[in-house]
């Protein structure tokens, strides 16, 4: 079992920049695939990134590609999340979420329910 704090949330112009993180207990962070979603106000969870349990397949969602950035290192048990170019869109409580295990499909990486353990969530606000 693992749990999940993040951090590195808050309220920012338009244009700014913030950086996420999110601690995992355990010894056995590197085992799990690594995820951030996002919620806004009467809106579904929806993916932003994903990364594999050593780092090396990450994938973006269209809508943060080339804006955000996914870390992890495993020997902090940590995955960051590095926003740039903060849009007033960008608004919404940001999750990880950690998954063991294998995937249902090849895509299955962007659906909330495939994830194992999750976070408290930290708030991002975006001013314009």
């Known amino acids: 079992q693992v749990q999940l704090v993040e951090s590195g949330g808050g309220l920012v112009q338009a244009g700014g920049s913030l950086t996420l993180s999110c601690a995992a207990s355990g010894r056995t962070f590197g085992t799990y695939a690594m995820g951030w979603f996002r919620q806004a106000p009467g809106t579904e969870r929806e993916f932003v990134a994903y990364i594999s349990q050593r780092g090396y397949n990450i994938i973006y969602a269209d809508s943060v590609k080339g804006r955000f950035t996914i870390s992890r290192d495993n020997a902090k048990n940590a995955v960051v999340l590095q926003m740039k170019s903060l849009k007033p869109e960008d608004t919404a409580v940001y999750y990880c979420?950690?998954?063991?295990?294998?995937?249902?499909?090849?895509?299955?990486?962007?659906?909330?329910?495939?994830?194992?353990?999750w976070g408290q969530g930290t708030q991002v606000t975006v001013s314009s």
């Open positions: 979420a950690a998954k063991l295990g294998q995937f249902s499909s090849g895509t299955a990486y962007k659906r909330d329910h495939e994830y194992d353990y």
